[in-house]
């Protein structure tokens, strides 16, 4: 074989091995490609949620994603999470799929459970069971279960059962949708108490009242107006009453006594009703809160500035505000003309 021959079986062979080079390389360089592509692509859109329940199983998971995400976006994040381990009793939990948010960063909050915090709020609440609807209704546990929970964590803490509404804050807290009835019950409580500080305590203490009387006269007061730049001089008045030793005869006490808040006139047989709740009929505030009271009111009635009334009357232009007097008979005058007004307006 001549040189120029070997020369040229060389230099084929060795064409032969850098093209196998170059090809070995750009399909490594695709698959990289490719890979990255399938672990880095980002959610596009509005937020989504993706719940996984107590009981799910990988496929019910599987279903979730789809439902929330898509075929092709869940498909990404359900192969990830299985590559990396992923077990459904970790994965337990309620998260917030954000736009910009990667497959694999999604994938890595299911594989280590790393759920994203949910809202539970409430206001405008009466009873423990409106509380409870409200509270659960952003979270895996249900409303029978926060019940129980408030019976164990609240009598533990001291609190009669005509005593557990004033346990609570109408407020926005922050929690996980997996929180149990207990979580949440000592979370809304922990809150009260933080409340409920050395200064506050000082101040209930001076008008001769705990924490929780305080919340039973702060919902009277809620109930008997809106307008809240009326409350601090009702709260007063009740103030005033009490320290008389008069009965509180507020007649929200006696709409939550007959169970019925739609009342626009109080009758004599209402009046009447038999009830711990009756304050017509029973001196001294109510065994416990008929709503829960705002954070706001409880600080009104024990902020509430001095005044002589002793008597109200909601004013005849039904603008919601009331008539205030410091004598039975000037009180009466002031109820007359509220009377004539429902009377002209055939309100019975």
Not at 55 to 68: F, I, Q, R
Not at 92 to 109: M, W
Not at 112 to 122: A, E, N
Request: proline residues 3%; aromatic residues 10%; contains cysteine.
């Amino acid at each position: 074989m001549n040189r120029k021959s070997k020369k040229s079986k060389k230099t084929s062979w060795f064409q032969r091995h850098i093209l196998a080079i170059i090809i070995a390389t750009a399909s490594l360089l695709a698959l990289i490609i490719y890979f990255a592509t399938f672990c880095f692509q980002s959610h596009d859109g509005e937020s989504k949620w993706v719940y996984v329940p107590v009981n799910a199983t990988t496929e019910s998971l599987h279903d979730s994603l789809k439902s929330s995400l898509g075929n092709s976006e869940a498909n990404r994040i359900y192969a990830l999470w299985r590559l990396m381990g992923g077990e459904i009793a970790i994965a337990h939990g309620a998260y917030k799929i954000d736009s910009g948010e990667n497959a694999i960063s999604i994938a890595r909050r299911l594989s280590r459970g790393m759920q994203t915090p949910v809202k539970i709020s409430f206001s405008n609440a009466r009873t423990l069971n409106q509380l409870a609807e409200k509270v659960t209704a952003r979270v895996e546990c249900s409303d029978t279960e926060f019940l129980e929970a408030c019976n164990t964590v609240l009598s533990d803490s001291g609190f009669k059962s005509a005593e557990f509404t004033a346990a609570f804050l109408p407020d926005t807290y922050e929690a996980y949708w997996t929180s149990t009835g207990i979580d949440i019950a000592k979370k809304l409580l922990r809150h009260r108490n933080n409340f409920w500080n050395e200064q506050r305590r000082n101040k209930a203490k001076a008008l001769g009242l705990t924490p929780v009387e305080v919340a039973s006269l702060a919902a009277i007061v809620e109930e008997e107006s809106a307008k809240s730049d009326e409350r601090p001089k009702i709260a007063r008045l009740y103030l005033n009453r009490l320290e008389k030793g008069m009965p509180l005869q507020a007649d929200p006490t006696v709409k939550f006594a007959v169970g019925d808040f739609g009342l626009r006139r109080i009758t004599g047989k209402h009046l009447s009703v038999e009830s711990p709740y009756n304050t017509y009929i029973h001196a001294g505030l109510t065994p416990g809160p008929i709503r829960i009271a705002t954070a706001k009111t409880i600080d009104q009635v024990l902020d509430a500035p001095r005044h002589p009334y002793i008597y109200m009357c909601a004013k005849e232009d039904f603008s919601g505000y009331h008539n205030f007097a410091v004598n039975y008979a000037e009180h009466m005058s002031n109820a007359r003309k509220y009377q004539a007004e429902l009377n002209r307006r055939n309100i019975h």
